[in-house]
């Protein structure tokens, strides 16, 4: 009699087969237990469940009219899209509360003519964010990106870009302090 070997070759390792399945689920189960992770590198505990981010108000001397919206917008979009996160309107399970400090433009690399070639965009967030379930984890930070622009350019013609370029990297490093703990 020949055996199912024989007539189907493929089936010659499903004698390994039997000792990985078991050793999948293990680890399957292991890891559900104690932490939920994502793909984004996110590690939020199960029980937590919603996260609050009232709006920001800008507090910087040079007020740009649509800063606060587009960074509050962008900023609870991305917890939303990256978790499982509900967003409510306040007292969540992780709470961020922010405020814009500073919106600043200052000449950088002068050249010889005591000309600026490049102007510097600087925009800084003071954070603070809380836990409900884990209170080791609260924080409060400062964060701070720019984009430099050609001085050809009138900030004008470039601020809407450049807004969303650093907008992009601060809700990153803010995202990242909060639930990515590396």
């Given amino acids: 009699m020949l055996s199912l070997k024989q007539y189907f070759p493929c089936f010659a390792g499903f004698h390994r087969l039997k ?31 919603t996260v609050s981010i ?3 108000p800008n507090n910087a001397g040079l007020v ?7 960074f509050t917008d962008d900023l609870r979009n991305y917890f939303t899209s990256q978790t499982n996160l509900v967003l409510v309107d306040r007292s969540g399970d ?7 400090t500073q919106y600043a433009v200052q000449p950088v690399a002068i050249q010889g ?12 967030v003071s954070v603070k964010f809380t836990n409900k379930t884990d209170q080791k984890q609260n924080w409060e930070t400062t964060f701070s990106r720019y984009r430099d622009y050609s001085s050809t ?9 450049l807004i969303k370029e650093i ?3 601060l809700v990153q490093d803010i995202f990242n302090k909060a639930v990515v703990n590396w």
Avoid: H
Avoid at 64 to 70: Q, Y
Avoid at 113 to 124: C, F, G, H, P, Y
Avoid at 153 to 161: E, F, H, I, P, W
């Fill in 19 to 49: 000792w990985i399945l078991p050793s999948l689920m293990m680890m399957f189960m292991m890891n559900s237990c104690r932490m939920s992770y994502s793909f984004t590198g996110a590690s939020i505990s199960p029980s937590v469940k």
């Fill in 64 to 70: 740009v009219p649509t800063l606060s919206r587009t």
């Fill in 153 to 161: 350019y009138n900030l004008s013609t470039v601020q809407d870009g």
């Fill in 113 to 124: 003519n005591e000309t600026a070639a490049m102007n510097r965009l600087t925009i800084v």
């Fill in 167 to 169: 907008s992009d990297d």
């Fill in 94 to 100: 992780l709470n961020l509360v922010g405020t814009i």
């Fill in 54 to 56: 009232p709006y920001i």
